[in-house]
Antibody, heavy 131, light 109 residues
Framework: QPQLQESGPGLVEPSETLSLTCSVA??????????WGWIRQAPGKGLEWIGT???????YYNPSLKSRVTLSVDTSRNQFSLSLSSVTAADTAMYYC???????????????????????WGQGTLVSVSS | SYVLTQSPSLSVAQGETATIKCGGS??????VHWYQQKPGQAPTLVIY???DRPAGIPERFSGSNSGNTATLTINRVEAGDEADYYC????????????FGTGTEVTVL
């Protein structure tokens, strides 16, 4: 299993931009069978998908965050990154990066629909938004 | 966007069976994945493609998916299974493809 490690500031001021990087060891971000995702978890709350990016630049975003999120991949450093602008206290959360598995649903009712899952995950990094 | 609903909590005696449900409209037409999150840890994948186990996941963990409900079953529950469990689908037909369930906290008695 590859290892993923998030890095970035643990404290961001309101209205500023949160920037995180996920370093991947033991796998390449250049892949036809995996993409790369970000998920967050506010304190005491559930998991919220932020977005997913492939090495070819295909991006999927949570529409509730889309206007503020930028995802990028740096193949030379084997990293991918998250940028979230205009942060507020509501963006305080544990941020996780994860490798995205890509497959096609085998259930007859799925009609071969594409599916994604997340495995493995980084350990997470806590980001607090406060002045 | 697609909504996945889980019961907030579940208590089960050690050695018994835990049944964790995930409700969604016609969820049987989706591939469902399940994650275990122990306190203070990152989530780990325990079931994907409705009922496949990643390497290292015990056979005690199994999944099913029918109608409007997907189910994660944990047989012979152990103290170490105490965790939050989340279901997840990828709704590629919508503008919000990555969807997690609301999560179920499993307590082992």
């Amino acid at each position: 299993q590859p290892q993923l490690q998030e890095s970035g500031p643990g404290l961001v001021e309101p209205s500023e931009t949160l920037s995180l990087t996920c370093s991947v060891a033991g796998d390449s971000v250049i892949s036809f069978i995996y993409d790369w995702g970000w998920i967050r978890q506010a304190p005491g709350k559930g998991l919220e998908w932020i977005g997913t990016i492939s090495d070819r630049g295909t991006r999927y975003y949570n529409p509730s965050l889309k206007s503020r999120v930028t995802l990028s991949v740096d193949t030379s450093r084997n990293q991918f990154s998250l940028s979230l602008s205009s942060v507020t206290a509501a963006d305080t959360a544990m941020y996780y990066c994860a490798r995205g598995g890509i497959g096609y649903c085998t259930n007859p009712l799925c009609h071969g629909r594409r599916t994604h899952w997340f495995d493995p995950w980084g350990q997470g990094t806590l980001v607090s938004v406060s002045s | 966007s697609y909504v996945l609903t889980q019961s907030p909590s579940l208590s089960v005696a050690q050695g018994e069976t835990a049944t964790i449900k995930c409700g969604g409209s016609n969820i049987a037409s989706q591939s469902v994945h399940w994650y275990q999150q122990k306190p203070g840890q990152a989530p780990t994948l325990v079931i994907y493609y409705d009922n496949d186990r990643p390497a290292g996941i015990p056979e005690r963990f199994s999944g099913s998916n029918s109608g409007n409900t997907a189910t994660l079953t944990i047989n012979r529950v152990e103290a170490g299974d105490e965790a939050d469990y989340y279901c997840q689908v990828w709704d590629g037909d919508s503008d919000h493809p990555g969807v997690f369930g609301t999560g179920t906290e499993v307590t082992v008695l």
